[in-house]
């Protein structure tokens, strides 16, 4: 997820040579500037080493990554502000799953990725690893009604005040996006309408992979 350019070159041989291999590209990589992330005091939190996003978004348009992912470590600033001196000595790791999507969103309007292959490496692609494909991942007769609407043409901003997490803040704070996710649906429920969440907690169900109890 975080791997420097030369990891993309590594991964791609030994998926040439035939292993059996895989990785993730951890989204936050292909937005945040080191500029941001000093302004944002995060800058001991999982951003250093800023890579070439050229690369980044070449490695997966070309699948030599298979999965697009983003962190969501929810702690407050009171809890990782000793990270700002010594991050061994706090909880440490970018916020993200509710600006997810507005970000990839975004970089589907500036013409980044296209939406079919956002839908494949955030879906499609994971399910398939986990081989709970198509019952996951997948729009057909049999698979649970996981959907997500979105609006790609609504512009929004980023703001903290907005931010659902127990966290309370966002690295993304003032970030101006186009494409918003409106409603979403678990197992044919709607838990979002309209951008408010209306589901109860404890709908969410654990699906495991193989060999994995639930």
Known sequence: GMMKEEGYEVLARAKAEGIDAHGEMECNVLFM???????????????KGFRDKKKSWAAINDEVVDFCIIEHAPHTLKE??????????????PMGSQEFLPLMLTAVNDGLITLNHLVKMTSENSA???????????MQTGSDADLTIIDLNKEDEIKTENMLSKCGYTPWNG???KGMPTHTIVRGKVIMDDNKVIGEAGFGEFVPG????K
């Open 33 to 47: 500037t080191e500029e941001r992330s000093k302004e944002q005091g995060i800058y001991n939190l999982g951003f």
């Open 80 to 93: 990782i502000e000793p990270a700002l001196k010594n991050a061994w000595e706090a909880h440490t790791g």
């Open 128 to 138: 398939k690893f986990f081989k709970i494909w198509p019952k996951k991942g997948a």
């Open 175 to 177: 970030y101006k996006v």
């Open 210 to 213: 193989p060999g994995m109890k």
